[in-house]
C-alpha cells in the first residue's frame, strides 16, 4: 500500500491551526458577551428593587485569557447581595450602637437612641434573581458554544 503526503497541504493546514484556537476563542467571547448581556438585562428584571442598589451594582463582564473565555454575571460592592440570591436561616448577632432618628410620624427631628447589643434569629427565604437566569440560559449556551465551535473549525480549517 503506498501513502502519498502533500506536504504543501499539511504545511497549510498545521498553519491553519496554530490561528484555529484564537479564532475559535474570538467566535467563544463574542457569543458569550451576547448571552451575557442578555443575562444581565433578566437578572435587574428579577432583582428585588427596595431601594434600586442592588440592581445598580449588577455586573457583566467578559474574561478573554491567552486560552479560555469567561462570561460572568453577578454583583459588585453589595454585602447582602449574598442573602437577597440564597437567603438565610439562623441567627445574626448585633454589636451595640447609637440609632439617629431623623424623621418621627412625618416631623423631622434629631434624636439619638442606644441599641443594645442583641441577637436574632432570622429565617429568610431570599428572592434569587442570578440563579433562575442562568438555569434559564445554561442549556442554551452549551448548545451555542459546541455549534459555535464546530462553525469555527470549519470555516478555519485550510482545505
Same mark, same amino acid.
Given at each position: ?25 474570538? !467566535?467563544? @467571547? ?12 433578566? +437578572?435587574?428584571? =428579577?432583582?428585588?428593587? &427596595? ?27 453589595? !454585602?447582602? @447581595? ?12 448585633? +454589636?451595640?450602637? =447609637?440609632?439617629?432618628? &431623623? ?57
Amino acid at each position: 500500500m503506498d501513502v502519498k503526503v502533500d506536504y504543501r497541504t499539511l504545511t497549510r493546514t498545521v498553519e491553519g491551526l496554530g490561528s484555529l484556537d484564537q479564532n475559535v476563542l474570538d !467566535a467563544l @467571547a463574542a457569543l458569550i458577551r451576547e448571552y451575557v448581556v442578555q443575562m444581565l438585562a433578566d +437578572a435587574v428584571a =428579577l432583582v428585588p428593587k &427596595k431601594t434600586g442598589r442592588l440592581a445598580d451594582h449588577l455586573i457583566g463582564r467578559i474574561d478573554k485569557g491567552s486560552a479560555s473565555v469567561y462570561g460572568i454575571v453577578g454583583t459588585r460592592g453589595v !454585602a447582602y @447581595a449574598h442573602f437577597q440570591e440564597h437567603g438565610f436561616h439562623g441567627t445574626e448577632s448585633f +454589636a451595640a450602637s =447609637l440609632r439617629t432618628v &431623623k424623621q418621627v410620624f412625618g416631623r423631622p427631628i434629631t434624636a439619638t437612641q442606644a441599641v443594645r447589643a442583641h441577637v436574632r434569629q432570622l429565617d429568610y427565604s431570599g428572592q434569587p434573581f442570578l440563579l433562575p437566569v442562568l438555569e434559564r440560559y445554561w442549556p442554551e449556551i452549551q448548545q451555542a458554544m459546541i455549534d459555535t465551535v464546530a462553525r469555527t473549525v470549519r470555516e478555519n480549517l485550510p482545505s
